[in-house]
């Protein structure tokens, strides 16, 4: 599942840009008084501005040989959040590894290497490699009728867990990461998870709006 455009909502867009800008080194390709977008590998991320939001969580895969070098190269720019003591985690089931830090709006952001993918680089890492967004989190309080909404636009695979309380559907290239956010927090913070709007473009098209999933027409895009 691919996801080439994420739209997320910001009420801090000055101090955003700049850390994606400045500090990762994220390339912008369109900014206006409202919004910057910037090229985030084969995919796009934009922030628009909003009075209030609530914090996300996303991700981004990396090459699968770039696990310390991406360690080192975080570690000069960000504050890793630690599980427990360890600030590179291993998925044994997932076959991955993921390191997590905060931007300037407390979102939970995630470079992750996904063995399964199969995907190297030789180049020394830099913003540039990285591949592409991985996943984006939905909270919500039920999570079969989010996964049955998705899976109405077109068929996706439940990639991990059910319906309880924790559901990923989707593949290694890209991922929703559904959960049941009374039951469920943001690993590896335990970060208290809210709902928030969003639009995601690729795969699938639609907008997530008020907890809600409205499927975006080709005259409705924005």
Known sequence: MKISHLTIFTNNLKEQTSFYSEVLGFQ?????????????GESFLEFREKKQVNPYHFAFNIPKNKVEEVYKW?????????????????FKKWNATAMYFYDKDQNIVEFIARANLDITS??????????????IGIPTNNIEPIYKQINNIKKIAIYDGSFDRFCAIGNEEGLFIIIKKEIKKWFPSMDTAYSEDFIIKGDYNFKYINGKIRVLSHTNSK
């Open 28 to 40: 912008i390709i369109t900014k206006t008084s409202n919004s910057v977008t910037l090229k985030t």
């Open 74 to 90: 975080l570690q000069n720019r960000v504050k890793l959040i630690a599980d427990h003591t360890n600030k590179i985690i291993h």
């Open 122 to 135: 030789n180049k020394i890492f830099s913003s540039e490699e990285i591949i592409s967004i991985s996943e």
